[in-house]
């Protein structure tokens, strides 16, 4: 499929007694915006027709997005909103910081990583902006601390895999909060207690948590590989960077195979000295 075609498919998708579309053959996006008020979002197509040879369901998932994203734009009132609607989502830093002119609450999370808040609408959700403030009666202090308390609600059950002795637990019940599932720091010092060898923990999209138990040098490359896989064909990507948590700490870590390349020198260390530990403990086994 190519750029028009997947420009074709989504057009078919639209209700155009509620919305008007605009392509832009130059950018190769997709406008859809609202007839009523004129919100809406774009579609950047050459990355969404990249995923489909490994994902065609994503003309479906992109479609969804797009029908909900315009539902909930429509014109309400979030005054008087249950407070157990206020959700957090992980978003890369390089995520829009406006919507419709209006700047998003944002609090900055890791290198790698902001918090963003939303106002939980059932299949779909609304991002929270300053504006949003005044009617929700709240401040951004209170959106964060109402936001961090509704985290815990959420399911945490999880699938594990293991690979070479090296486990992995995937959290993917597709609720829309997956990678927000990092702000339980509960849940990670949990793991961390558990955890023998290296631990990571990765949101490389925004349906997926993952967290590693890295026990050899095998380890790491299985986590590489799959970092940039579920990075590359999820629907919201955030980061394909890893991170290390030690001390409650998340710091981000770029593995490749079995180089690694870290913005942080300790922690880079660290891991190598891992590597060295592992490859020792090999070496002894075999004599």
Do not use: W
């Amino acid at each position: 499929m190519n750029v028009f075609e997947m420009r074709d498919a989504l057009i078919a998708s639209l209700d155009l007694n509620v919305v008007r579309y605009q392509y832009d053959r130059k950018e190769e996006t997709l406008r859809v915006e609202r007839l009523d008020n004129q919100k809406g979002l774009t579609i950047k197509l050459s990355p969404v027709v990249a995923k489909y040879k490994n994902n065609p369901k994503i003309v479906d998932e992109v479609a969804y997005y797009i029908e909900a994203s315009i539902r909930a734009m429509k014109a309400q009132s979030v005054a008087g909103i249950d407070q157990k609607k206020i959700m957090p989502v992980i978003r890369s830093t390089s995520f829009k910081k406006e919507a419709e002119g209006k700047a998003l609450v944002i609090t900055e999370h890791t290198a790698e990583t902001n918090i963003y808040y939303a106002v939980d609408l059932g299949d779909t959700y609304r991002l929270i902006d300053e504006s949003m403030l005044s009617e929700l009666k709240l401040s951004k202090e209170d959106i964060h601390t109402i936001a961090l308390f509704n985290v815990l609600r959420l399911d945490m059950s999880y699938k594990t895999d293991t690979v070479s002795g090296n486990t992995f637990y995937f959290f993917n019940k597709n609720d829309g909060y997956d990678a927000s599932k990092i702000l339980n720091k509960k849940l990670l010092q949990e793991f961390k207690s558990q955890i023998t060898g290296e631990m990571m923990v990765c949101v490389p999209h925004g349906d997926l948590l993952l967290i590693a138990d890295i026990q050899n040098e095998t380890g790491y490359d299985v986590l590489a590989q799959m970092m940039m896989q579920f990075f590359a064909n999820g629907l919201i990507p955030i980061t394909s960077l890893s991170f290390q948590y030690e001390n409650d700490q998340l710091t981000p870590v770029f593995i490749l195979g079995k180089n690694n390349a870290k913005r942080d020198k300790a922690a880079i260390e660290r891991i190598e000295a891992n590597r060295k530990r592992f490859e020792a403990e090999k070496q002894n086994k075999n004599q």
